[in-house]
Structures are given as structure tokens and as C-alpha cells.
């Protein structure tokens, strides 16, 4: 049947039962036929939307997604499994992201990039968590599956999606706000570490893995690691050992310092002529192994408080072990390998209460506090206390009054008058009375009598107001003197100003 538009709309046969729609594209020139829908109208209108999709792609403004929309999802995780094994990942992880992306497309049976939408994926993490262990000799005790291991098939499944984002197979990761479980509140397998003298125990019950426990919990290697290395990374020399890329978790090269306890067990174990690509350990202990060792070490697992000791705790033991020396969490963070100090800090340090007793045990104690040490002040003479009387008084010049003062005796000579001169901040006297303060004691037991500046002598003492110190026998009246008197007082003054 024709249609209005550039395409046309008909069935192949007279029995046919689906429409088949058929246009030219604009680009190729090509003749393009697609068998679409029984009904006309719904026919009708995919064939026009062909037409544009084919003509925004001439444009260069198409859809460039619609190509991996159309492929099966199993198609891109197949592409993005090889991209890992591309990059270097390990089989090991390489084989977990498969049954993890395996088990969301069969739970979620999604079969294109746009079946993976949030809910869907929300709703299959949340069945992994009620029922999702796989137990091959007993499914009727499955209890789920942790929030660790929950987090982990959600992050397997974001990092899939974020890959097709970063190859232009989807326009954007819609799985970002998929949330994660809170593994505090679900852990499955808490480990504890080891004290020293249970290290020590579990190193003398096993004269065989003496050396894989001893390097252990001196180097913080995994199990993985410690099958891997050979002789060429044991450095003696330098005392440290290569981790190299391929052996560790993190794609990179690392170096780990020898403890001595790890450095005599090395050297315990190193054969005669030993080649530097043979490995250092033939063979570790396996779980029931390790399990005997512990049992003969006596060593408790579970303990009390349910915490477990697996051949992993040893690596536990490392990490508590830095910290009970006092090391800082980053240097912690780079003797265990981690690429985040919160793994070091939440997994692999096992304080307790008595290493916090013993840290709260080193704060200072609370001593007496010591008084203040005044300021060494220069003297201006306006206030303060009355200080030691001095053993110099200035003297005032002889008869032709040449105001050039020197220091003399305090009993003076009888030609001069004794004076307590004001204490100035230029070229004041060490240790003079200040100007302005009142002598104590009655006139005749220090034998001198009180002037005011501009006044007659009394034996009274003035509590305000300028006043100067003279000697009993001296001539007030004289008007020469106490002028003179006055005048280098007043200049004194002006001095400090």
C-alpha cells in the first residue's frame, strides 16, 4: 500500500500478516527493507522515524548510540571482560566480574544497555542479600550474602556501565545512585590480629611454615604474594623486598623494608646456590593446615567476642603491629601497600581497649603553673614600688651651679646638697628613687627632711606633688640653690616627654 511519505508500506505475500516498510536512505542511496508490525498505523510510524533517524545521520547529528542499543547485552560484558584482561587485571578478578555480571543479566533478564536501569538493579542486589550464597553442598542454610560482598557486585556491575560511558556504547551511567549497603552493620567475618607472644607461639608449633609465618606478619604479604616471589626480589643486601607488578594487587611495583625477624627467617630458609628466578616458598598451609597450628598454639578461633584468626589475620597482625609502635596511619598506609588510608585504618588495624589505656597513659600531667616573669621595664618614675634606696645620689655642681652631675657618696660633701633626682627614661640613675614618691619615716632618723619643689623645709611629708630629699643642715632659704634646684627637676621632666 502507498503511503504520503518517502517510504513505502506493504506486505510481501497476500497471506502475510506483518507489514514491511521500505525507503531509500539519503546517505547510501542504498534500498532499505525492515519487516515491522502487524498493525498498520504502529508500522506506519517506525518506518517514518527510520527516515529520520536516516536522515539525522546524513546530517551528522544521529543517534550514535543506536548501533550498541540494538547489539545483546552479553555482547559488550564478552567485550569488556577482554578489555579487563587487556589492562592487566588477574584471572582471579577476571573471573569473579563474570559471574557477577553472569548473575545480574540472569536475574534481571536484561538483554539490551537500556534493560539496565536502576530499579532493576537495586531490586537484584537486594535478592544477592536475601539469598544470594552459593552453597553447592548445602543451599538450605544460605543466609545471603554479605553488604561486603553486596557492594562488590555492585561495584562490578557500576564499573561495566561506566566502561560502555567511556566508549561511547550509552550516553551516561544511570546506576550511580544505586546505593550501597552499610557494611558496618553487617559483617560477616571479623578477623583479629595476633598478639606477639601468640606469634610467637604459632612460628614454634610448625618447624616447616615457621619462615611463611614469621615473614608474614613481618612483611604484611598476602597468600597470593607470598607463592609468587623468588629469590631476585629478596634483596639482603638492601634489606628489602620487591613486590613486583603481576604479583601484587595493585598494578604497580612496590618495596617493603626486611624486619630483622623477617630477615633471619629469609636467611634460615635460603638454599645453597639458590637461583634468583626459583621461588622462595615450595609450598604454604592451607586452611585446615593453619587451622591444626592454631588448635596446638592454643590460640582461640573464634574467640570470645566471635573474632576469627585465618592465615589473612597474619597480615591484620602487620598493620596492628605498626600501630602499636607509634607509626603515623600514612606511613602505616604505604608499609601495607594501600591506595586509601581508610582500608588501612578499618580493616587491618585491631586496637583494643588496653592499646587505648596505654596511648591515654602517655598525656603529660597537669603541673603548677609558674608565675609570670615580668618584662624588664626601663624605669620612667610615675609608678611602681619603691625600690632600695640608692648607694649614689646626683650631685648638683659647686658654687658656679654648671649643671654637670656625677656620682658620689651618700654621706656627700658638706658643700653639696643630696638630692633624689626624678627617675627619667633618658639617662636616669640605676636604682634611684622614683620622682614623686613619699620616704617613709619620721625627720631625724635618716637625719633628712622633706622639700617641696618651690617650698621651705618641714618635717612633714608630702604624699602629692613633686618633692626632693635634702640634708638636715642645709640652707632652704637660699634662694640660688633652690632655684637651681627647680630648674633641673623641671628639665628632667621635660626629658620624658
Known amino acids: 500500500m502507498p503511503t504520503t511519505f518517502e517510504g513505502s508500506l506493504y506486505k510481501k505475500t497476500t497471506t502475510a500478516t506483518k507489514w514491511t516498510g521500505a525507503f531509500t536512505h539519503p546517505h547510501t542511496k542504498k534500498r532499505v527493507v525492515k519487516t515491522l508490525y502487524t498493525d498498520f498505523r504502529a508500522s506506519q510510524k517506525r518506518l517514518q522515524e527510520m527516515i529520520i533517524e536516516a536522515e539525522r545521520e546524513t546530517e551528522g547529528i544521529g543517534d550514535r548510540f543506536r548501533e550498541h542499543r540494538q547489539r545483546h547485552l552479553s555482547e559488550h560484558v564478552t ?163 620487591r613486590v613486583r607488578v603481576g604479583v601484587g594487587k595493585a598494578a604497580r611495583e612496590d618495596f617493603v623494608p626486611i624486619h630483622p625477624e623477617a630477615f633471619t627467617a629469609f636467611e634460615a630458609i635460603r638454599p645453597a646456590g639458590a637461583k634468583a628466578g626459583s621461588r622462595v616458598f615450595e609450598s604454604l598451609p592451607g586452611h585446615r593446615t593453619f587451622a591444626a597450628h592454631l588448635k596446638r598454639a592454643g590460640i582461640e578461633s573464634p574467640d570470645g567476642e566471635g573474632r576469627q584468626v585465618d592465615f589473612h589475620s597474619l597480615r591484620t597482625t602487620f598493620g596492628t603491629l605498626l600501630a602499636r609502635s607509634g607509626v603515623t596511619p600514612q606511613e602505616a598506609m604505604k608499609a601495607m601497600r594501600h591506595s586509601d588510608v581508610k582500608i588501612t585504618m578499618r580493616h587491618y588495624t585491631d586496637l583494643r581497649y588496653n592499646d587505648i589505656e596505654r596511648a591515654v597513659g602517655k598525656l603529660p600531667p597537669l603541673k603548677s603553673p609558674k608565675p609570670p616573669r615580668p618584662h624588664a621595664q626601663q624605669a620612667t618614675g610615675t609608678d611602681g614600688p619603691l625600690p632600695e634606696p640608692p648607694s649614689t645620689l646626683a650631685k648638683i655642681g659647686g658654687e658656679g651651679g654648671g649643671g654637670e652631675a656625677d656620682a658620689v657618696n651618700a654621706a656627700g660633701a658638706d658643700s653639696g646638697c643630696s638630692v633624689v633626682a626624678p627617675v627619667v627614661a633618658h639617662g636616669a640613675l640605676r636604682g634611684a628613687i622614683p620622682f614623686g614618691s613619699v620616704q617613709e619615716g619620721p625627720i631625724g632618723s635618716t637625719g633628712e627632711g622633706f622639700l617641696p619643689a618651690g617650698g621651705e623645709a618641714t618635717e612633714t611629708p608630702y604624699t602629692t606633688g613633686p618633692c626632693i630629699s635634702v640634708r638636715r643642715g642645709a640652707k632652704a632659704g637660699d634662694e640660688r640653690r633652690r632655684k637651681f634646684l627647680e630648674d633641673s627637676m623641671l628639665g628632667a621632666i621635660g626629658a620624658v616627654g
Not at 542486589?125 to 552459593?134: H, I, N, S, T
Not at 606477639?196 to 611463611?212: I, K, T
Request: hydrophobic share 35%; aromatic share 4%; glycine share 4%.
Open 79 to 241: 567485550e569488556y571482560l577482554a578489555h579487563c584482561e587487556h589492562v592487566g587485571e588477574s584471572p582471579v578478578h577476571r573471573g569473579n566480574k563474570r559471574t557477577q555480571l553472569e548473575r545480574m543479566l540472569a536475574s534481571t533478564q536484561a538483554t539490551r544497555l537500556p534493560d539496565i536501569e536502576p530499579n532493576r538493579i537495586e531490586r537484584h542486589l537486594q535478592a544477592l542479600a536475601r539469598g544470594g550464597r552459593v552453597k553447592k553442598y548445602d543451599k538450605s542454610q544460605d543466609k545471603g550474602l554479605s553488604a561486603r560482598s553486596v557492594n562488590q557486585h555492585r561495584a562490578t556491575i557500576v564499573a561495566f556501565m561506566q566502561w560502555c560511558v567511556d566508549t561511547n556504547r550509552a550516553p551516561d551511567n544511570p546506576l550511580r545512585i544505586v546505593p550501597k549497603q552499610d557494611e558496618r552493620k553487617d559483617r560477616r567475618r571479623i578477623r583479629r590480629a595476633l598478639s606477639v607472644d601468640e606469634l610467637a607461639r604459632l612460628a614454634a608449633v610448625s618447624e616447616r611454615y615457621r619462615a611463611v609465618y614469621t615473614i608474614a606478619a613481618y612483611t604484611g604479604l598476602r597468600r597470593a604474594e607470598l607463592r609468587k616471589i623468588t629469590w631476585a626480589d629478596v634483596d639482603t643486601s638492601a634489606r628489602q623486598l
